[in-house]
């Protein structure tokens, strides 16, 4: 039977269109040839060709992980509203990074060990610490996109922050929403979801300090998340332990992916608090098997052909 399904306390729902679904190989795709076409900015060698380094993490004296501002921005260096009756702008003050995760231009995310995740990870902390430190920015989103059909525009694999002046829409709604359900029940939504889910047929994987399961209403199939055990508001606060637990996780799900959909585009992001609020941290990875048409753009409903109990069944085997 096809259902019509909840968020868990966003007011979103999606379909889960099960008699049009698919058994998990037949969203196998031919995998992206990874073709090196003229000068990689990412490589090695070629560091004179990007904006000048922000960070960087070194192994054995080279570069193992870098970071520098990203070349064609979406952000801005001002700080301007504008207002008209219902005409609204303002600039788009914040920062643009990028995070080039490996040097070796043919290597995925998923195909780094735990350690070397880890200290991306450690990276990603690093850059929300020094971002959040500037009182006019708002929000710091950090997020990937691998593959064109999930956005990417270079092959190389790497990562983006984006640093705003205001908390973007999605973040804000699951801010009040999560305030709401504390002051009906007393408890954090998200404690409570991961521990009902860790019971469900949506669990994927679960270590000491943090789980992974598909979110009841999808709107992606094979949607995972990962969030900590513990009530932690950001990625900064995790500990060492927390950090590497986190990296075993994600490298678990992509990995998953990986072999068993041939390396499929995805997009994953960091949802972590604003700040003065308390939203439980947690990363949202969404593979990209389909396209939103008509219908998704025309009525926000996303239709799902694979059902999360069978996204988690195929994660676990």
């Known amino acids: 039977m ?26 196998l795709k031919e ?67 990028v995070i080039v995760e490996t ?13 070397h995740i880890a200290k991306i990870i450690d990276m990603y902390s690093e850059r929300l610490i020094e971002n959040k430190k500037d009182p006019r920015i708002g929000y710091v989103l950090i997020f990937k996109n691998k593959g064109k059909e999930a956005g990417t525009s270079l092959e190389h ?12 829409t999605a973040v804000r709604e699951e801010v009040d929403a999560s305030k709401r359900y504390i002051k009906e029940n007393g408890n954090c939504p998200f404690c409570d979801i991961w521990k009902m889910e860790m019971k469900s047929e949506r669990r994927i994987f679960e270590n000491k300090y943090m789980v992974a399961f598909a979110p009841f209403a999808p709107r992606f199939s094979f949607e995972a998340w990962i969030m900590p055990k513990r009530h932690v508001t950001s990625l900064e606060f995790l500990n060492e332990k927390e950090r590497f637990s986190f990296a075993e996780i994600l490298k678990k799900l992509i990995s998953k992916l990986n072999s068993s959909m041939n390396y499929p585009p995805y997009n994953f992001y960091l949802h ?10 947690h990363l ?29 069944k195929h994660y676990r085997e």
């Open 284 to 312: 949202e990875l969404c593979p990209r098997m389909s396209k939103w048409a008509g219908f998704e753009l025309g009525s926000g409903l996303v239709i799902n052909t694979m059902p999360p109990e069978l996204a988690a």
């Open 31 to 97: 995998r992206e040839k990874r073709e090196k076409r003229g000068l990689c900015f990412f490589c090695p060698g070629n560091e004179h060709t990007t904006p000048p380094e922000i960070s960087r993490i070194e192994e054995d004296g080279k570069w193992l992980i870098r970071c520098f501002p990203n070349k064609f921005p979406a952000t801005a260096t001002e700080v301007k509203t504008f207002e008209e009756n219902l005409l609204v702008r303002m600039s788009a003050y914040g920062r643009h990074e």
């Open 103 to 115: 040097p070796e231009h043919d290597t995925c995310l998923g195909d780094l060990n735990v350690e």
């Open 2 to 27: 096809n259902e019509l399904r909840k968020d868990y306390i966003l007011d979103r729902w999606v379909i889960i269109a099960r008699e049009r679904g698919k058994r998990p190989h037949e969203f």
């Open 157 to 168: 694999s790497h990562t983006q922050l984006i640093a705003l002046r205001t908390v973007p």
């Open 272 to 281: 972590v608090s604003p700040k003065k609020e308390d939203l439980h941290f």
